[in-house]
């Protein structure tokens, strides 16, 4: 990942990077990680953006609590469009979501992020 250079920007790179998590490892229930390493949407969103503040993408804390919130936010809503007003974790838990639903959920908002900004 490189340094973005806008908001829509590092939503875009955030997201895209959770798709890939959660497709990696799996899909857990209840838990950010269990201990197989599988995650739910928001714990491959916490690993995501783990890594690029490991980057050095965000060290100021002000920037990156904007920045968690607006990602939260963006995939919320998202997700609430999708599910008829459900939250990111009551959707990420149940059964019936795949992990396959989540990275779509999360390239969506990416390709959204890029778009608009």
């Known amino acids: 990942m490189t340094e973005p250079r806008t908001t829509g920007?590092?939503?875009a790179q955030i997201t895209r990077r959770?798709?890939?998590i959660i497709q990696e490892r799996g899909k857990a229930h209840y838990v950010f990680e269990d201990p197989d390493g599988k995650v739910c949407?928001?714990?491959a969103l916490?690993?995501?953006q783990n890594e690029a503040t490991?980057?050095?993408w965000y060290l100021q804390p002000s920037r990156l609590n904007k920045l968690d919130y607006e990602v939260r936010n963006r995939v919320n809503a998202a997700v609430k469009r999708i599910t008829r007003g459900l939250s990111i974790p009551v959707w990420s838990d149940n059964p019936n979501t795949t992990e396959e639903d989540i990275a779509k959920?999360?390239?969506q908002v990416a390709d959204e992020a890029e778009v608009k900004g």
Do not use: M, N, R, Y
């Open 9 to 11: 920007q590092a939503i």
């Open 41 to 43: 949407a928001l714990g």
């Open 54 to 56: 490991l980057k050095g």
């Open 46 to 48: 916490c690993i995501a």
């Open 18 to 20: 959770a798709a890939e």
């Open 105 to 107: 959920v999360f390239l």
